[in-house]
């Protein structure tokens, strides 16, 4: 197993030294021993949680903050009941938001043509579907608990896999009845819970397992997640729990100075986009294609401009998404590794993605890679790690937003969703196959020789890569493949014809 893989790769939480730059050891408050023991105070911890709900206040309305301050002041210290505190939390954001998700938009269609028009039918449909895969999630955990030596509670995906394609097969069968309605919000709603469902699975059959009820309250926790947990699940967030009132301290103050960090991108992000946008009128991505295939001209350098400034607006999205989600876990006494640290610095594509977004890595490694690798040409080494790679960043990529965007196949049928998928399907391959042959090359460099060979080079091709890769992964499904290639084919100096 690479090492570019493993979790510990990516914890980033180590305290400046005496020796690191002036710069980085002026904001190290985490190591400063006076500001550690004064966040252990009552008045420290105060001044803590207050500051943590005022940035969170900055960004959300009171119906999410205020919930999500209340329970990280809990978790972080009644630590004997942190786990069933983390999951009263999450019951307690999830009642106020309980279409996270999705709005449901697809299946607000479905109920119109169906002459279901009343405004709270589809919320409470949605109301149902949530509360029917709890129901689901919890009888398969009993099943696993009850039957743990049959294949199937050794294998989460293929079980759930098996359970999701035979609802949207049903789902598909009865569209335009009412059922469908029905069966197409639990669908999606299954969708959403799929990877939470799979990690309480897996964990189900660890050393110490935990409730039923606590597995459930980390089904998008109340610290915040996408359809990729970010904490994975009970098994991994133990061993990040802070013991000691010093380590919640240090653990805290790490999280409050992310959160700014946070802050401080998000207003960075805003000033870019204002200057860039619309004081230069560099167009976003979607617009220079737009410009492309409607005759528009402009030159190839504005084409890579917009490019390059719509990557990056998309990592600046990201850091301040996982850094408050992060943030705010550290503020409830969780010492979880960042999603996204130093993406600059990666000097392949293994260490980049490890780097740019840890936990879908780590989901892809948990349930495409490991079970691959552990079962498939153990007599070739070479073959067998670059087949698991291509399982987890092709397969497992592809399968995961086919599975998140199945609300495309109401809204366009299987072929409409299928032919507007082809492009991301193209980025997988590429993607893949660029991974696995890094994680092959990797086993084989050697750190030295000049700053520019050995760290300018590496890390500019990650990033070309990573830039022309961005054209089909741009996850606007009505641009097609051919408007994709035509755009790249124009900056690299093709012509503007059609």
Same mark, same amino acid.
């Given at each position: ?210 409730? =039923? ?56 992000? &805003? ?15 979607? &617009? ?76 892809? =490694? ?133």
């Amino acid at each position: 197993m690479s090492a570019t893989l493993t979790s510990s790769a990516a914890v980033p939480a180590k305290a400046p030294e005496s020796g690191q730059p002036g710069i980085r050891r002026l904001f190290a408050m985490e190591a400063n021993a006076r500001i550690v023991e004064f966040a252990r105070t009552t008045l420290g911890r105060l001044l803590i949680i207050l500051g943590f709900g005022t940035l969170l206040s900055l960004q959300y309305s009171w119906r999410y903050w205020l919930p999500v301050m209340l329970g990280a002041a809990a978790c972080a210290y009644v630590a004997e009941h942190r786990m069933k505190l983390v999951a009263l939390s999450t019951f307690a954001v999830l009642a106020l938001d309980p279409l996270w998700f999705n709005s449901l938009d697809a299946v607000k269609g479905l109920a119109k043509n169906a002459g279901i028009e009343h405004p709270k039918a589809v919320p409470f449909l949605g109301y149902g579907a949530t509360l029917s895969v709890f129901g689901l999630a919890t009888a398969l955990l009993a099943l696993r608990q009850r039957f743990s030596d049959s294949k199937l509670a050794h294998r989460p995906v293929l079980l759930l896999l098996g359970i999701f394609s035979l609802l949207v097969a049903a789902a598909t069968a009865t569209t335009g009845h009412v059922e469908g309605i029905a069966l197409w919000a639990l669908a999606m709603t299954l969708g959403a819970y799929f990877w939470f469902i799979c990690y309480a699975l897996h964990d189900q059959g660890s050393r110490k397992p935990v409730s =039923v009820v606590e597995h459930l309250g980390l089904f998008r926790p109340f610290w915040g997640s996408t359809s990729v947990s970010f904490g994975k699940g009970a098994a991994y967030l133990a061993r990040f729990e802070a013991r000691t009132a010093e380590e919640l301290a240090v653990t805290q103050l790490k999280g409050l100075k992310l959160l700014l960090w946070a802050r401080v991108l998000l207003y960075a992000r &805003e000033a870019w986009s204002t200057l860039v946008h619309q004081e230069l009128g560099i167009p976003w991505f979607a &617009e220079a294609i737009a410009w492309l295939t409607g005759g528009r001209s402009f030159s190839p350098w504005t084409g890579w401009a917009s490019l390059v400034l719509s990557s990056v607006d998309l990592a600046l999205g990201m850091a301040i998404f996982s850094h408050t989600i992060i943030g705010s876990a550290r503020i409830a006494g969780f010492r979880l590794p960042r999603n996204m640290w130093r993406p600059l610095e990666a000097r392949s594509l293994a260490e980049f993605w490890n780097r740019y977004y840890f936990y879908f890595k780590e989901l892809l =490694v948990d349930f495409f890679f490991y079970p691959t690798f552990l079962r498939c040409f153990k007599r070739h080494p070479r073959l067998r790690l670059f087949f698991a790679t291509f399982m987890a960043a092709g397969v497992g990529n592809a399968l995961f937003h086919f599975m998140r965007e199945i609300d495309e196949v109401i809204k366009h049928g299987w072929y409409g969703a299928v032919a507007g998928y082809q492009s991301y399907l193209f980025y997988c391959l590429v993607l893949a196959l660029g991974v696995g042959i890094s994680q092959s090359r990797q086993r084989k460099s050697r750190p030295g020789g000049s700053f520019v060979r050995h760290w300018v080079l590496p890390c500019t091709g990650v990033w070309f890569f990573f830039l022309v890769l961005y054209v089909f992964g741009h996850e606007d499904r009505t641009l097609s493949l051919s408007e994709r290639f035509r755009f790249l084919f124009f900056i690299c100096g093709g012509t503007h014809e059609r």
